[in-house]
C-alpha cells in the first residue's frame, strides 16, 4: 500500500485539483486565528510576543491555500519555523513561538494529498530541515527526537495513502463509464443498421415503381427521410459515445419486450418478481429499449443480492408519447443492500441514462427496501 501510494505521489504531475476554498478552511483559519491572539496575549512565558504572534497569524491565513498551492504554503509555515528556531539558537533562546503552531502538521498531508511529485520532494527537504533544526533548538533525547519525527511525518504518509485510493477511485469510474459508453455504441450500431437497410430496400423498391406507381415511389421517399432522419439523430449519439479503440459488436440487443424472460428467469430461493407493462411502450428507439432492459437487469441484481429478507421485487415500466419510466422497488430491510452510492453499478447505470437524455435516480424506500428509478425520453435525445 505505502509502495503504491509513493508511486502514485512520483507517477502524477498533479493530483484532481480540490476546490479553492471549502468552508472548513475558513472555519479552521478563524478558529487558529483566534487561538493564537488569546495565547499571545493570555500566555505569560512567550519569547519575543509580538514576533511569535505575527509569525503565527502568517501561518495561519496561509492555511487557506494548502490545497492549491500546498508546496508553497509548507515553504511559507515551515521558512518561519526555521526562522524562529535559528533566532532561538543563535539567541541562546527555547521555545521560541506560540504552542499553536502546531497546527503546521496539517501541511505534511496537504503536501502528500494534492502536490505533484516534485512539489512533494521539495516539501518534504524542508520538512527535515525544520525538524532537524527544531530538534536541536529543544532536544530532549533521541526518544523525543524520534517521537517528533514520526508526529510531523505520519500525515504525510496519512495524505499519500488517501491521494492513492482517490486516484485508484476516479480511474475504476471512469474505466465505467467508458465501458458504458461502448456498450451504448455497440446497441446503436444495431439501430443505425436497422434504419440503413430499411433505407436501401425502400431504395429499390421505389426505383422497381418509379415508372408505374409515381405514388408508391412517393411513399417510398417518404420512409427513406424517416429513417435518414432517425439515423442520423442515432450516429450524433453514437459518434458522441464510441471510443475510438473500440469496435462495434453486431449480437442482436435486447429491449423492453425482453423483460418478461428475464423475470422468468429470477426463480429459485431468491426473492419473486413481478413484472408490470403498462402504457405506450411500442415503437422504441432500440438504444432507450436497451438502456430500459440493461437498467432493469443491474437494479434486479443488486436487489436479489444485497436485499436482505426481500421476498419481492416490483418492477413497473410505464410509457407515454415523450417518456418511458422505469420504477424498480424491493421489500428489503431498510438500508440493507450494498447500495454503495459510489458502486460501479450505480455509476454505469447513471452514464447510460444520461447517455440518452434522461435521469437515474436510487435509494431507500419511503418505508423499507430499495427504489431505482430511470427516466428515458422514448427518443433516446433529449437534452
Known sequence: MVKNAVRALLAEPRAPQPPRRVWRDWALVAVLGLTALLE??????VVWRPVAVVAALVVVVALLWRRTHPLAVVGVAFGIAIALAIAGLVGDVTSVGLYMMVAVVLLPYSLARWGSGREVAAGLAILLVALVLGTAAEYEGIGSALAGGVFLLSPAAFGAAVR???????????????????QL??????????HVSAIAIRAQAGRVVAAS??????????VIEVEASRTLAEMRLMVGSLRADESAALAPQQGVADLEQLVASTVGDRPRVELELSGDLAGLVPAVGAAIYR???ESITNAVRHARHATRIDVR??????WIRLTVVDDGDVGSAGRNPLGYGLVG????AALLGGSFTAGPGPDRGWTVEAVLPRTGLAR
Do not use: N
Request: no cysteine; charged share 35%.
Open 349 to 352: 447505470m447513471t452514464e447510460r
Open 185 to 194: 455504441a455497440r446497441e446503436l450500431h444495431d439501430t443505425v443498421a436497422h
Open 317 to 322: 415500466v410505464v410509457g407515454d408519447t415523450k
Open 295 to 297: 437498467i432493469a437487469q
Open 40 to 45: 499571545g496575549v493570555l500566555r505569560e512565558d
Open 164 to 182: 492513492y485510493w482517490a486516484t485508484s477511485r476516479l480511474r475504476e469510474l471512469d474505466k465505467m463509464r467508458l465501458w458504458e459508453r461502448a
Open 213 to 222: 406507381h409515381p405514388e408508391a415511389a412517393m411513399d417510398a421517399l417518404a
